[in-house]
């Protein structure tokens, strides 16, 4: 009498499934984390740009603006805007959410710039949330 067969051990195929689900979900979490990143490189390079600075102090130093969203104002993380800057000429586009502690609104700006020109802005306002608009255009700058 040849003797009896061992019993098959259960759960192996649930290990199984559970090691590819593990797996799935860590591929997930890194894809996720570098869209993040990218994210973040992104809006902080266009942070850092010169028509960015400029339309943000702009902003601050409005007395009107200051009256609509109270200070300090602080500018939303995650925003929409491009600047393409090459050879000394570029444009820029960007809506950033920024708030006070009186409301939230809009920094809207749109400029353009030639070689050694200052940036010209067809748009620089702030939209409250309301439906009011602060044009910035003929703020003066604040000395350096």
Do not use: H
């Not at 200051?66 to 800057?85: D, K, M, R």
């Not at 809009?106 to 939209?127: C, D, G, I, N, P």
Request: glycine fraction near 12%; aromatic fraction near 6%.
């Amino acid at each position: 009498m040849p003797p009896p067969l061992p019993a098959p051990k259960s759960g192996g195929a649930v290990k199984w499934v559970l090691i590819a689900a593990g797996g799935c979900l860590t591929l997930l979490v890194v894809g996720g984390l570098c869209v993040a990143g990218i994210v973040t490189l992104v809006m902080g390079a266009i942070k850092n740009t010169d028509v960015y600075a400029e339309a943000f102090k702009r902003m601050q130093n409005s007395p009107q603006v200051q009256e609509a969203l109270g200070t300090p104002i602080e500018a939303g993380w995650l925003f929409q805007g491009s600047v393409n800057y090459k050879n000394g000429a570029g444009t820029a586009d960007m809506n950033v959410p920024v708030s006070g502690p009186k409301s939230e609104a809009q920094l809207v700006a749109k400029a353009a710039k030639q070689s050694s020109e200052a940036w010209q802005y067809s748009v620089l306002e702030v939209r409250v949330s309301g439906g009011s608009s602060i044009d910035l255009r003929d703020s003066a700058q604040s000395p350096p």
